[in-house]
C-alpha cells in the first residue's frame, strides 16, 4: 500500500521491528476461487458448471444471487493484480474454471479458455506474485454431473484428464498445483445435505463422491508431475478439530465419528493409504465400500509435496437420540449427532471463533500424519462491515487474522513445517448458498459499481507482510 501505517482505530501494530517474526520466505497470500469472482460465465467459449446450474434454480441461493457477475474479476484482473501487489502479497491462490478451459468437460483445450489463466499467471509474475493454482474448486462442469457426477467413477478419470490438460498448457509458468479444494464440501454438502451444487441428498452417493474426488486427486497428480516433473503438488482439506461437548464417553464416541467423517475421511486414505477401521464399522448401514476397487488407495496415496489445510473454526459436538436436523444430514450415519455452540464468540457465518484449533490442527496434521510442508491454503472471516467516509475499518476481521496468524506462528515454534498463509479472501465475493450476504474480503467490492476498497485488514496485512511478522501483543 502508499502508506502502511497503521490505520486508525485498529491498534494492534506498533512500531519497530516485528516481535513474532515468522521464518525467511514464509510465504503470504491469499486466496479466491473462479466460480465466486469470475462472472463473464458465457464468455470466450465457457459452458455451465453445476453451479451455474444451481444458483439459477430458484431457492438454492439466498436472494436467487448468482456468479453470473460476481466480482468482474475476469475482466478486471490487471487492476485486481494490481491490488495485489500494493498489498505486496508473496503469492495468490486461485482456481481454474473446468468449463472455462475445457467446455463441457471433455475434448480438446478451450484456447480462449486458457488465455485468461495464462494472462493472470503473466501478469502476477510481472509483480513478482507466485501463482498457486487449484484445479478444481467445487465447479463440475454440469455435462459430467449430468453423466452421474462425483458418485460415479468416471468423473475420477475426467478430472485426470482436465488435469494434465491445465499443467500442459501452464505448467511452464505455475509451479504450485492443488488438486481438489475441500473434497468434503463437495461430497458431503453437495450430494448428502445437498445445501451446495449439486444439490442432492443421498448418503450413500456422497460416500461415493469423496471416494472418486479422491481418486480423481491421485490421477490428477500422476498425469501434472508426468506432465511437469518439477512441480509441487498438494491437496487442500478443511479440517476442524471435534471436541466432545462433555466427558461423557457418548459425547466421546459422537466427537470420534464426526472426526472420522470429516477429517481422517480425507486424511487417512491420501496420508496413508487406507480408509479408518471405525469408520468404516460407522458406515456400515450407509455403504459396503463395494465402490473401492482394488489398487485405488495406492492411487490416493500417490506421494506429495505439500498438504493445504484449511481452518475456520471448531466442531463441539454431542449425542443425541434420532436426526439433529430436519432433512437431509452431511453426516450419512450420524445424522444424531448434534452441534452444539459454546456460547463464545462468533463470525457472522456464526462460525465461532477459535484461533487455538488452528494450532491444533495444525500440529495434529503433522503428528499423525506427515512431515511434508504445510500450508493453510485459508483462513478468515465473514463480519458486517461498514463504509464510513469511503473506508471499511473492519477490526473484527483484522483481529481475527491476528490471532490465528499467532496461533500459526506458535505451530511453527513447536516443529510443524508451516511454509506459507493464505487469507481468504482476497476480495468479497459470490459465498456460495449465501451468495452476496456474507462478505469475507480483505478489499470490499461494491457490486453496484464494482469499486474495490482495501478494508483496514488489507492495509494491517500489508504491514505484517512487510515485516514478516506480528507487533508484540
Ligand atoms: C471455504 C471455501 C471458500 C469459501 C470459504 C468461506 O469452505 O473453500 O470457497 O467459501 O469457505
Same mark, same amino acid.
Given at each position: ?41 458465457? #464468455? ?61 468437460? $471433455? ?22 506474485? #507466485? ?166 488407495? $495406492? ?95 473492519d477490526t473484527d476481521r483484522l483481529a481475527y487474522f491476528d490471532a490465528h496468524l499467532r496461533a500459526a506462528h506458535a505451530a511453527i515454534d513447536s516443529g510443524v513445517p508451516l511454509k506459507g498463509y493464505f487469507a481468504w479472501s482476497l476480495l468479497d465475493n459470490f ?43
Amino acid at each position: 500500500m502508499s502508506n502502511p501505517a497503521s490505520p486508525p482505530g485498529v491498534g494492534l501494530l506498533d512500531e519497530g521491528p516485528a516481535a513474532l517474526t515468522f521464518p525467511p520466505g514464509f510465504l503470504w497470500g491469499a486466496a479466491t476461487a473462479a466460480y465466486q469472482i469470475e462472472g463473464a460465465v458465457a #464468455e470466450d467459449g465457457r459452458t455451465p458448471s453445476i453451479w451455474d446450474t444451481f444458483s439459477h434454480t430458484p431457492g438454492r441461493t439466498v436472494a436467487g444471487h448468482t456468479g453470473d457477475v460476481a466480482c468482474d474479476h475476469y475482466h478486471r484482473m490487471p487492476a485486481d493484480v494490481r491490488l495485489m501487489a500494493d498489498l505486496g502479497l508473496k503469492s495468490y491462490r486461485f482456481s481454474v474454471s473446468w468449463s472455462r478451459v475445457q467446455p463441457d468437460g $471433455a475434448g480438446p483445450a478451450n484456447q480462449r479458455g486458457l488465455d485468461f489463466y495464462r494472462r493472470l499467471v503473466d501478469e502476477l509474475r510481472a509483480y513478482d506474485i #507466485e501463482p498457486w493454482l487449484t484445479l478444481y474448486h467445487w465447479d463440475l462442469p454440469q455435462p459430467l454431473e449430468d453423466a452421474g457426477g462425483w458418485p460415479a467413477r468416471d468423473t475420477a478419470g475426467r478430472f485426470a484428464d482436465y488435469a494434465q490438460l491445465v499443467a500442459d498448457a501452464l505448467g511452464d509458468r505455475v509451479n504450485h498445483f492443488t488438486t481438489l479444494n475441500e473434497p468434503w464440501c463437495s461430497a458431503f454438502l453437495g450430494y448428502g445435505s445437498g445445501v451446495h451444487a449439486p444439490g442432492r441428498t443421498n448418503g450413500t452417493d456422497a460416500l461415493r463422491a469423496g471416494h472418486h474426488l479422491m481418486l480423481g486427486h491421485g490421477l490428477a497428480v500422476r498425469a501434472v508431475r508426468a506432465s511437469r516433473p518439477g512441480a509441487q503438488l498438494g491437496v487442500t482439506v478443511n479440517l476442524y478439530p471435534v471436541t466432545p461437548a462433555t466427558d461423557s464417553p457418548a459425547d466421546a464416541d459422537a466427537a470420534r465419528r464426526i472426526d472420522g467423517l470429516m477429517n481422517r475421511f480425507f486424511l487417512d486414505p491420501i496420508l496413508r493409504g487406507s480408509y479408518p477401521t471405525d469408520l468404516r464399522a460407522d458406515l456400515r448401514g450407509v455403504t459396503d465400500f463395494g465402490h473401492v476397487r482394488d489398487g485405488d488407495l $495406492a492411487i490416493i496415496s500417490t506421494p506429495l509435496d505439500q498438504v493445504g489445510v484449511n481452518y475456520y473454526t471448531r466442531h463441539v459436538v454431542s449425542a443425541g437420540t434420532g436426526p439433529a436436523e430436519p432433512g437431509p444430514s452431511p453426516w450419512p450415519g450420524s445424522e444424531d449427532v448434534r452441534f452444539v455452540s459454546r456460547g463464545i464468540p462468533v463470525t457472522d457465518m456464526d462460525w465461532e471463533v477459535d484461533a487455538p484449533g488452528l494450532l491444533e490442527t495444525l500440529q495434529r496434521v503433522h503428528r499423525e500424519y506427515t512431515d511434508l510442508p504445510i500450508y493453510v491454503t485459508e483462513n478468515g472471516a465473514a463480519f458486517v462491515d461498514e463504509v464510513v467516509d469511503g473506508r471499511v475499518d473492519d477490526t473484527d476481521r483484522l483481529a481475527y487474522f491476528d490471532a490465528h496468524l499467532r496461533a500459526a506462528h506458535a505451530a511453527i515454534d513447536s516443529g510443524v513445517p508451516l511454509k506459507g498463509y493464505f487469507a481468504w479472501s482476497l476480495l468479497d465475493n459470490f459465498e456460495w448458498a449465501w451468495g452476496y450476504t456474507k462478505r469475507f474480503g480483505m478489499v470490499r467490492v461494491d457490486y453496484d459499481d464494482q469499486a474495490r476498497i482495501p478494508k483496514s485488514s488489507a492495509r494491517w496485512y500489508a504491514e505484517v507482510i512487510r515485516r514478516n511478522g506480528l507487533a508484540a501483543q
